[in-house]
């Protein structure tokens, strides 16, 4: 099985911030991995696909980048709505998603 | 827009199955996988399966002594049965879109809680 491993597991930043979060997999996924945002209560939204692609009418503050067993989830300005958990998931084997990412406004 | 809905009893007795149906609209079933995700409260999310069309399906090892998946593409719609179910089941259960790589849309979700 592949483990998926976020951090930091919780993150308050300020507004405005350049925030970074990584994702390491357990074993080589090439570009096999997507970010998603949940908010509270509510569904998890697809942000980034196949690593660094931005999916449709998300904001071009968010980006990824990455391949193999490390890669990065960044929000080049932190907006109040950004506030949310992030997770990573790989899809090279099934599916898996790493443990997520709390964000928080300082 | 594609919209999912999941639906069924938001509360299980325990080692009895629980059961959901998601209805698809603005969409067809045909011509896509559909997948299960799960959510206990306060806890990461947990892929259960998913299901093609066609019927074909893959379901997460640790689960698949206990999950069936079925589509009906008459009615738009796809379902989960897991079995046995204990506390650790307790979650929030979420359909999606799955595009053989990234879930693009999703239900809402729905809370199942199990009771002993």
């Known amino acids: 099985d592949i483990q998926m491993t976020q951090s930091p597991s919780s993150l308050s930043a300020s507004v405005g911030d350049r925030v970074t979060i990584t994702c390491q997999a357990s074993?080589?996924?090439?570009?096999?991995l997507n970010w998603y945002q949940q908010k509270p209560g509510k569904a998890p939204k697809l942000l980034i696909y196949d690593a660094s692609n931005l999916e449709t009418g998300v904001p071009s503050r968010f980006s990824g980048s990455g391949s193999g067993t490390d890669f990065t989830f960044t929000i080049s300005s932190l907006q109040p709505e950004d506030i949310a958990t992030y997770y990573c998931?790989?899809?090279?084997?099934?599916?898996?998603f790493g443990q997520g990412t709390k964000l928080e406004i300082k | 827009q594609v919209q999912l809905q999941e639906s069924g009893p938001g509360l299980v007795k325990s080692s009895e199955t629980l059961s959901l149906t998601c209805t698809v609209s603005g969409g067809s079933v045909s011509g896509y996988y559909w997948t299960w995700i799960r959510q206990p409260p306060g806890k990461g999310l947990e892929w259960i399966g998913y299901?093609?069309?066609?019927?074909?399906?893959n379901y997460n090892p640790s689960l698949k002594s206990r999950v069936t998946m079925s589509v009906d593409t008459s009615k738009n719609q796809f379902s989960l049965k897991l079995s046995s179910v204990t506390a650790a089941d307790t979650a929030v259960y979420y359909c999606?879109?799955?595009?053989?790589?990234?879930?693009?849309?999703w239900g809402q979700g729905t809370l199942v809680t199990v009771s002993s």
């Open positions: 074993q080589d996924i090439s570009n096999y």
């Open positions: 299901i093609y069309y066609s019927g074909t399906t």
């Open positions: 998931q790989e899809y090279d084997n099934l599916y898996t």
């Open positions: 999606a879109r799955d595009r053989s790589s990234h879930f693009d849309f």
